[in-house]
């Protein structure tokens, strides 16, 4: 490894505990990638606090006042273009990118999401998983493509459903591998790229 470590944003919406866990593996000195940047398109998003602790800048850029998917996404390109990004980690980002922001990134861009991909992509996606009475879930870090939860498959982490189980069991059961699986997935792919 070069010793320059991968300069890295982190997309959010709302709570941001994958952003904390990236930010705690950050600490760590032989970690392959930085975060530089936190946009949340959200300016109340609880996560931007855990970055305002650890002293990474961020961004708040709302989707409301842009008139198309594109126009919001050529402001987040120019905000992480500014900050000289060259990883984006989407975590709990709740907005659909534009095919040009997709493909503009591609390869350099990941996001995590709560079930076994391909199985159970979108949303509302603990209550598919027990309405269709799997008996294993987990979460799976990808490359973010034009096609919503689609993209090839970096890393998944496999949890139990366990009877009795509600939408929100299930989620917390499956955050905490969530938690250990997205810094590991972005130390894979940086360490390629140093
Ligand atoms: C996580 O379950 C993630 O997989 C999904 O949205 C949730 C975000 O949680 N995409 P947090 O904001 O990181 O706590």
Redesign the pocket.
């Known amino acids: 490894m070069s010793g320059a470590r991968v300069r890295t944003a982190v997309l ?1 919406s ?6 904390k866990s990236l930010i705690d593996a950050c600490a760590a000195s032989d970690y392959p990638a930085e975060i530089v940047l936190v946009i949340s398109n959200v300016e109340i998003a609880g ?1 931007l606090q855990f970055a305002r602790d650890a002293g990474i800048p961020t961004r708040v850029i709302p989707h409301k006042p842009y008139p198309t998917r594109e126009a919001f996404d050529a402001e987040i390109d120019r905000a992480l273009r500014e900050a000289d990004v060259a990883l984006v980690c989407e ?2 980002f709740m907005r659909i990118h534009s095919a040009w922001f997709a493909e503009r990134w591609a390869g350099r861009i990941l996001n ?3 079930s076994l991909l391909p199985k159970f992509p979108g949303i509302r996606v603990h209550e598919q998983v027990l309405a269709a009475g799997e008996t294993e879930s987990g ?1 799976t870090v990808h490359y973010l493509t034009a096609d919503l939860d689609s993209g090839p498959i970096i890393a998944q982490a496999r949890v139990p459903v366990l009877p009795g189980d509600t939408p929100e069991t299930l ?1 917390a059961r ?2 905490e591998v ?1 938690h250990k699986l997205y810094p590991e997935a972005v130390r894979m792919v940086a360490e390629r790229n140093t």
Request: glycine share 22%; no cysteine; aromatic share 0%.
């Open positions: 959010i709302g709570r941001g505990s994958n952003l996560g975590a709990g995590i999401h709560p979460a989620a499956v955050l969530e």
